[in-house]
């Protein structure tokens, strides 16, 4: 098992900047993959990005690339995610999610999430 805690979260003007963290606990956080999923109003949850447990590895939506950086530190069992530029659209309830199996676009596919950290992105 694995426990995830989200933070971070708020709420901002278009341009800012905001880092999430997700604090991990239980298993070894280290050797597994992290990413982070969104959920806006009436929408399904979208990923947004994943690293790989050695942080070899990372991968983007295409909405956030260029914008959003991922990282670990596995010594802190914390996960980030740096998201610069927010746009109104970026406005979603983030997820942080563990273990992935299979399609790790799909959040079903996920094994172990956290509660979510409301962003808030104003005009």
């Known amino acids: 098992q694995v426990q995830l805690v989200e933070s971070g979260g708020g709420l901002v003007q278009a341009g800012d900047s905001l880092r999430l963290s997700c604090a991990a606990s239980g298993r070894t956080f280290g050797s597994i993959t992290m990413g982070w999923f969104r959920q806006a109003p009436g929408k399904e949850r979208e990923f947004v990005s994943l690293?790989?447990?050695?942080?070899?590895?990372?991968f983007y939506a295409d909405s956030v690339k260029g914008r959003f950086t991922i990282s670990r530190d596995n010594a802190k069992n914390t996960g980030y995610l740096q998201m610069n530029s927010l746009q109104p659209e970026d406005t979603a309830v983030y997820y942080c999610a563990a273990d992935p199996e299979g399609n790790w676009r799909e959040a079903a596919d996920w094994a172990f999430w956290g509660q979510g950290t409301q962003v808030t992105v104003s005009s």
């Open positions: 690293i790989s447990w050695s942080s070899s590895v990372t």
